[in-house]
């Protein structure tokens, strides 16, 4: 800027001084819409409208709390299974300020400071599983309804109870049974820190990062989590799924169809990673014949007859053809440089699955 009250700032630091003092002056007032036609789930036109909003501070504002986030993210102390997956992070929690949390409307848990509202949806949800963990223990069904076997009141779980259970203090004065308290504690500390969170990429932008932002600030760094395994989604034929376009298969539908063994090979192949999976009816109809045939081989190799005559094993190859000797179709004797290699070739392939399998 080269005039005013904000000369010699950078327009990008003097635009919001400006426009503030605008709105102050009653010269101008704020003005929102949205990019493009917004669509609800219910086929209405959205507008965009002027009410009180509640935030959270993700982003600069409490540089502390970014910086934390960040940290476990960039360092050994998040598995994310991808260098494309923790990149998407790194960006999403350089970028990620303000989110709007709260909303007048629909289903969800009301804000505890104004309750007039209800927590939006991808700021909800952010540490349910940490209540699994003891769930069992307070209800007996799955509405609460019913007392579990703790025989706790819901207005007995004050916000100490909770910082007690989940490690955040060690002292705690309330009418719960020291047993009930230990128990509810030790569940917490059996499950926590969860292992391995799973969702679609779809996520990383906003709900995932929530996920990781409120543990870090909640829970001890014992109970922060391991990890984070992002999958993309799910095709059908090339086509995304869809019940409207008919383009839809369950995977209950798709073992009746083709099996359980031909679905498992035909998700296999449908790809790995972040990218979007795709199920092929074509690969899963030609592989129930490659798997009869499999079966039919495995089947004809362990029937074969073995006899011994005369201290001499044979082996039947087929019942129409004659005894061979065992020689004839198995080699004996020292192995060779090309058995070791066949053999450590098996070994290295047995290490690599358990490892696979482990992560």
Same mark, same amino acid.
């Given at each position: 800027?080269?005039?005013?009250?904000?000369?010699?700032?950078?327009?990008?630091?003097?635009?919001?001084?400006?426009?503030?003092?605008?709105?102050?002056?009653?010269?101008?007032?704020?003005?929102?819409?949205?990019?493009?036609?917004?669509?609800?789930?219910?086929?209405?036109?959205?507008?965009?409208?002027?009410?009180?909003?509640?935030?959270?501070?993700?982003?600069?504002?409490?540089?502390?709390?970014?910086?934390?986030?960040?940290?476990?993210?960039?360092?050994?102390?998040?598995?994310?299974? @991808?260098?494309?997956?923790?990149? @998407?992070?790194?960006?999403?929690?350089?970028?990620?300020?303000?989110?709007?949390?709260?909303?007048?409307?629909?289903?969800?848990?009301?804000?505890?400071?104004?309750?007039?509202?209800?927590?939006?949806?991808?700021?909800?949800?952010?540490?349910?599983? @940490?209540?699994?963990?003891?769930?069992?223990?307070?209800?007996?069904?799955?509405?609460?309804?019913?007392?579990?076997?703790?025989?706790?009141?819901?207005?007995?779980?004050?916000?100490?109870?909770?910082?007690?259970?989940?490690?955040?203090?060690?002292?705690?004065?309330?009418?719960?049974?020291?047993?009930?308290?230990?128990?509810?504690?030790?569940?917490?500390?059996?499950?926590?820190?969860?292992?391995?969170?799973?969702?679609?990429?779809?996520?990383?932008?906003?709900?995932?990062?929530?996920?990781?932002?409120?543990?870090?600030?909640?829970?001890?760094?014992?109970?922060?989590?391991?990890?984070?395994?992002?999958?993309?989604?799910?095709?059908?034929?090339?086509?995304?799924? @869809?019940?409207?376009?008919?383009?839809?298969?369950?995977?209950?539908?798709?073992?009746?169809?083709?099996?359980?063994?031909?679905?498992?090979?035909?998700?296999?192949?449908?790809?790995?990673?972040?990218?979007?999976?795709?199920?092929?009816?074509?690969?899963?109809?030609?592989?129930?014949?490659?798997?009869?045939?499999?079966?039919?081989?495995?089947?004809?190799?362990?029937?074969?007859?073995?006899?011994?005559?005369?201290?001499?094993?044979?082996?039947?190859?087929?019942?129409?053809?004659?005894?061979?000797?065992?020689?004839?179709?198995?080699?004996?004797?020292?192995?060779?440089?090309?058995?070791?290699?066949?053999?450590?070739?098996?070994?290295?392939?047995?290490?690599?699955?358990?490892?696979?399998?482990?992560?």
């Amino acid at each position: 800027m080269c005039y005013g009250e904000h000369k010699g700032k950078s327009v990008e630091a003097a635009k919001p001084l400006v426009k503030q003092q605008l709105v102050d002056a009653g010269h101008a007032f704020n003005y929102a819409e949205p990019d493009g036609q917004v669509i609800s789930r219910s086929a209405d036109e959205c507008v965009a409208g002027h009410l009180d909003q509640w935030y959270l501070n993700y982003g600069k504002a409490d540089p502390e709390w970014q910086s934390t986030v960040l940290d476990w993210v960039s360092n050994p102390g998040l598995n994310t299974f @991808s260098t494309e997956v923790k990149n @998407s992070f790194e960006q999403t929690i350089d970028w990620l300020g303000q989110w709007a949390c709260a909303r007048s409307f629909g289903l969800g848990s009301k804000l505890p400071w104004d309750e007039q509202f209800i927590v939006e949806s991808l700021s909800d949800s952010t540490i349910y599983m @940490s209540y699994y963990t003891i769930a069992h223990l307070l209800h007996g069904d799955i509405f609460g309804k019913t007392p579990g076997p703790a025989n706790v009141k819901p207005e007995q779980m004050t916000d100490e109870v909770w910082d007690y259970v989940f490690g955040r203090s060690e002292e705690v004065n309330t009418d719960i049974s020291k047993e009930t308290l230990q128990t509810m504690k030790r569940e917490f500390e059996y499950w926590y820190p969860l292992d391995v969170r799973i969702s679609g990429k779809d996520l990383i932008q906003n709900h995932l990062t929530f996920f990781l932002y409120i543990h870090l600030a909640i829970f001890p760094k014992q109970y922060w989590p391991q990890a984070i395994r992002v999958n993309g989604h799910l095709m059908l034929n090339g086509e995304k799924m @869809s019940k409207s376009t008919g383009n839809f298969l369950t995977l209950k539908d798709a073992t009746e169809k083709f099996g359980a063994d031909a679905t498992r090979i035909a998700m296999a192949d449908g790809g790995d990673g972040v990218e979007d999976a795709n199920f092929e009816e074509t690969v899963a109809n030609a592989v129930i014949l490659k798997l009869f045939e499999l079966r039919k081989w495995c089947e004809e190799t362990v029937t074969e007859a073995r006899l011994v005559k005369d201290g001499q094993e044979y082996v039947h190859i087929r019942d129409n053809e004659k005894p061979k000797n065992i020689d004839a179709v198995q080699r004996t004797g020292e192995k060779l440089f090309w058995d070791q290699v066949f053999e450590n070739e098996l070994n290295g392939l047995v290490k690599e699955t358990e490892q696979n399998y482990e992560e």
